[in-house]
């Protein structure tokens, strides 16, 4: 076999690798997430727009501020507003989905 396919071949591996075990992280870290606030289940599709929200997209990022935009049913996701920006201030309902989700501050729902 030519090296240079092989050395192809173990870079796809390792990014397979990488991705799974990102995966299996973002798994555990979600649980661990969820007990450490105590978490239920949140329907996102009840948020009101402009609800402030922390957000990341990785478990070693820092949480970051945002607000709320509203619950994607075609990505099956919630939408925060990039950038720090509201409704009142995002010109063009610039949005995005994070890994990471949780409430800011938590009420009864």
Known sequence: ????????????????????????????????????????PIDWSKIPVDTKVLVRDNTYSEWERAYFSHFSIFYNEPLVFIDGKSSYTSKHREEKACRYIKLAERKSL
């Open 1 to 40: 076999m030519d090296i240079n396919k092989l050395a192809q071949k173990l870079t796809k591996l390792e990014e397979f690798s990488y991705e799974l075990h990102d995966r299996i992280i973002t798994l555990e870290n979600n649980k661990s997430v969820n007990e450490e606030i105590n978490l239920i």
